[in-house]
């Protein structure tokens, strides 16, 4: 009889949405998401909509008791005004990350971030 090693998945998923307006002015939103605990892997992903078609900066700071951890910038430019665009990536960290700060940049216009998910694995 083959015996095989029993494998142990975690999966935590949090997901959020927000609505950032830009006034007809360059600006930056940002928000925090505590209680986070990530301690290994996981993937950051989100939709993405805009009213126009001007770029748009993402920046993700994970901290462990208010100390870095982790920096991830994502670019995005908008294909089309008014559209759903998905956008996701990985991160690996080596301690704990109790929170991400999430910074967005925008020239003007309307923002929206929906299903903004952390999913969490070993």
């Known amino acids: 009889m083959m015996m095989f090693p029993k494998m142990m998945l975690f999966i935590a998923m949090v997901s959020y949405s927000f609505k950032m307006d830009f006034d007809k002015q360059k600006g930056e939103k940002s928000f925090t998401i505590q209680d986070t605990f990530l301690d290994d892997k996981a ?5 993405i909509r805009s009213s126009n078609t001007k770029p748009i900066s993402l920046s ?15 670019d ?3 294909t089309v005004a008014n559209q759903w665009e998905m956008k996701q990536f990985s991160i690996e960290v080596d301690k704990l990350v109790d929170s991400i700060e999430v910074i967005i940049s925008a020239e003007s216009g309307q923002v929206w971030i929906d299903d903004f998910a952390i999913n969490s694995y070993k």
């Open 43 to 47: 993937i950051i992903s989100l939709w």
């Open 76 to 78: 995005h430019i908008p």
């Open 60 to 74: 993700f700071k994970g901290y462990n008791n208010k100390n870095l951890v982790f920096i991830n910038n994502l």
